[in-house]
């Protein structure tokens, strides 16, 4: 009975003290939220006292004052300024085609020089003067008027007047070497018309008229056009002691017979 009795004593007494510390608990927590949720909602102004002010939308600049000379009360917020539209770079509008250089024309080939030939009439001219000293004395000049050098063999076959054979050579006036004739350069012959000691000039007379031929290498036949330079109108007098001399390289070579 003792027993029972204690054991019943003891639940009891281990309940109430639960109980009184659940009671504790719930006062502690109770006690909190009041203490947490009070000063918050006394400290939080209501949503309708405070009033609505929007957001600013662009740059706020300050009034100024005065009218154009006056000073800026505040600062003014200055907007970006654009570009100019020519300074603004355009868009490429396509590759432009590479140029092709105009083919080159190829340069003509010198023309071969022209081959060394005898000198005649068609590639020459020839003059004849009458000269004081000697006296009685006619002097020939060929020129090369050709694009290539020419030889001139032999001695000039000249005819005065009408007569029907050339007059004889002096054998002693033959140069070393057949006389050569660069284009532009001049050959020279002379010409004895008659005595200078006055005979045989019952036999002579005078002509105006004169033709020259050229020989080829063998120094006898006559090759090429043949030639008619002209005289003084007064003609030259020629005797039977007409003779002529070979073709020369210098002037004086042909004055000197």
């Not at 009033?51 to 009218?67: L, R, S």
């Not at 600062?75 to 300024?81: F, G, H, M, Q, R």
């Not at 068609?122 to 050098?149: E, I, M, Y």
Request: aromatic residues 4%; glycine residues 10%; contains cysteine.
């Amino acid at each position: 009975m003792s027993v029972r009795t204690s054991r019943t004593r003891l639940i009891t007494a281990a309940a109430g003290v639960a109980l009184a510390a659940l009671s504790m608990t719930a006062c502690a927590d109770s006690g909190n939220i009041a203490t947490a949720t009070g000063p918050s909602l006394r400290a939080t102004p209501s949503v309708a006292s405070t009033p609505f002010v929007p957001a600013p939308t662009g740059p706020t600049t300050a009034p100024t004052t005065g009218t154009g000379t006056g000073t800026s009360s505040g600062s003014t917020a200055e907007a970006p300024t654009p570009a100019p539209r020519d300074t603004v770079p355009k868009p490429a509008t396509g590759t432009p085609a590479p140029k092709t250089p105009a083919p080159k024309t190829p340069a003509a080939p010198p023309a071969p020089d022209a081959q060394p030939g005898t000198c005649t009439g068609s590639t020459t001219k020839t003059t004849a003067a009458p000269l004081n000293r000697p006296v009685n004395h006619l002097l020939l000049t060929v020129t090369n008027t050709g694009s290539g050098l020419c030889y001139l063999y032999g001695y000039p076959a000249v005819r005065f007047g009408e007569a029907q054979s050339v007059p004889p050579v002096i054998e002693d006036s033959k140069p070393q070497a057949v006389v050569t004739l660069q284009p532009g350069q001049s050959g020279y012959a002379s010409v004895n018309l008659s005595s200078t000691d006055g005979t045989d000039n019952t036999d002579g007379h005078t002509t105006t008229t004169l033709a020259v031929h050229f020989h080829g290498p063998s120094g006898t036949e006559s090759v090429g056009a043949g030639v008619n330079p002209p005289l003084p109108a007064t003609g030259v007098y020629v005797d039977d002691s007409l003779k002529v001399t070979y073709w020369q390289q210098s002037m004086d070579d042909a004055l000197s017979w």
